[in-house]
């Protein structure tokens, strides 16, 4: 199996250098891997830690371009990891702020400044994880997400029914190289639907990118079907938040 892309990396503009390297390092080592497309996606801007600055945007719109103009081979795409911030499905990332990406990821992170105190503590109940897939779909429903990022590991999810809403609004499910929290019922349970799936590194430094080694375990494990992971043996563009 040969990964022809990595979509959720993440570089300096995710604050006080969570990420360790500049794009154009990152982009850099893209290029070296042979990567058909590459993406960033540095936090959404309410992660109260590591959230892009939010005049950063255009500056990363800038960086995205120029590098595009200038290569002809490894394309790069600019996206954000938005923050899930409430049950109706709100994210951190305004309209104003989507027209300069490329795509968009939806995930769930501790140190986010949400719309309502009970997500900081997040229960493992049947009521909470329902209302937590709610807030997913909802999420899937308002906005044109290309993926999301693991699920099930910091807000505990009903994998099924997540998934079957991905395959009503075209949203990947991440296979996550460093976040993997399925249990095996979530996983057959999945694999019963439609749901597509991405492989990502979510490498916080260049050196990491294309490091899907556990990803590939877990593929392997759960025997998900290639034709079935969108960046495996075949050349992938994210889905457009526009």
Request: glycine share 8%; aromatic share 10%.
């Amino acid at each position: 199996m040969k990964l022809t892309g990595d979509f959720h990396t993440h570089s300096i503009f995710s604050k006080y250098h969570h990420g360790k390297n500049t794009i154009e390092e990152n982009f850099a080592r893209a290029q070296e891997l042979g990567f058909y497309g590459y993406g960033v996606s540095d936090h959404g801007p309410k992660h109260i830690f590591y959230g892009v600055r939010k005049k950063n945007f255009a500056k990363m719109r800038k960086i995205v371009d120029e590098l595009n103009s200038k290569n002809k081979g490894t394309r790069i795409y600019l996206g954000i990891e938005s923050n899930l911030i409430g049950a109706d499905g709100r994210i951190d990332v305004s309209e104003d702020q989507i027209e300069y990406l490329d795509y968009l990821v939806v995930g769930y992170h501790k140190g986010t400044i949400t719309d309502f105190v009970g997500w900081l503590f997040a229960g493992k109940g049947q009521k909470q994880i329902q209302k937590n897939t709610d807030a997913y779909i909802n999420a899937i429903k308002k906005n044109k997400v290309a993926f999301i990022s693991h699920p099930n590991t910091y807000i505990k999810i009903d994998a099924k029914r997540l998934a079957e809403a991905c395959v009503e609004t075209n949203t990947l499910i991440e296979i996550n190289n460093r976040h993997f929290n399925f249990t095996d019922e979530q996983m057959k349970d999945m694999l019963e639907t439609k749901v597509n799936f991405i492989v990502s590194s979510d490498a916080h430094r260049a050196s990491r990118i294309g490091c899907v080694d556990y990803a590939m375990e877990m593929i392997e494990k759960y025997k998900i079907p290639e034709n079935r992971i969108v960046n495996i043996n075949k050349n992938f563009i994210p889905k457009s938040c526009k």
